[in-house]
């Protein structure tokens, strides 16, 4: 990413206050989201029959039989699965369909950085040297509603990265103009890299002279029994605290349709925390 980019995301009052006020900063699992195409290949890592079908297009579409790389791969994505944070920001100043669809009773607020600032912010956060990978992409609108499993495959094998499929969507959602902040989490990988070597090491007894549909449910096999319950973990939601939100918030406006009380409190809130308030949004306005 180059260049300096304003951007921009809409929040409920209790996120606000939670980051201006209490200094903590919100981001979500992406699989938990209500658009299920989205990132959907981490939906289907549960079950038994749907692993299989992954396994089995990785096996003859993409890695030429490589049982090592197919297992490596896949309990990357089942990593990445539990331990991949993510926020929502637009390169739009505001719309209407944004306003709209994050309105939140009338009473959202929409907080302006840059790119550049919420990238600083974000690594001092989650630093690299503990483990953490912090991404801020443009998301490209092309899945389509027909969209399988192995395109999103060959998506993380042309980028040569896990998190790629966090960053597609469906053209339906273009208006957001989003730009995502993505965070993994790698500090327990080393659970999973273990996995992943005793797979493999059984693997190479187990799969001589065996036919390739012997060898895809073999490894499914081992994967289901190996990988690591991470699900019991059930945390959608990461808070973390931050030290100084002036450092990236670069400004505060309210809704339009927020009734002028409602506008006077995040006012006050934005003078005593001495960050710039944009008012009121004047979008359904007349303009002379």
Known sequence: MSGKRDLYRYISFEDFINLVV?????????????????????????KEGDIRRIVEDM??????????????????????????????????????????????????????????????HAKKVFPEKECFEVYLRKVEYDLSDKSG????????????????????KRPVFEHEGEYRLLIADNSLYDADDMASSGIISRLQEQIEGKSDE????????????????WDRLN???????IEDVNEFLEGVMVHPLAPAWYVDIIEQICNSTKIYFDKQSQIYNLQF
């Open 22 to 46: 209490n200094k903590k900063d919100r981001f979500v699992r992406p699989v938990c989201w209500d658009d299920k195409y989205e990132s959907y290949i981490f939906s289907y890592i549960e």
């Open 59 to 120: 096996y003859y579409n993409h890695w030429s039989k490589k049982y090592d790389v197919i297992v490596k791969n896949f309990l990357k994505m089942w990593h990445s699965k539990w331990f991949t944070y993510a926020q929502c920001w637009s390169i739009y100043p505001e719309t209407d369909a944004m306003w709209r669809c994050y309105s939140y009773g009338n009473k959202s607020i929409r907080i302006r950085t840059t790119n550049e600032k919420l990238l600083i």
């Open 149 to 168: 499993i192995e395109q999103q495959i060959e998506e993380m094998k042309h980028s040569r990265s896990i998190n790629e499929t966090y960053f597609h």
């Open 214 to 229: 012997e060898i895809i449910n073999k490894i499914t096999q081992e994967i289901v029994k190996e990988r690591a319950d």
């Open 235 to 241: 945390n959608n939601i990461r808070i973390e605290n």
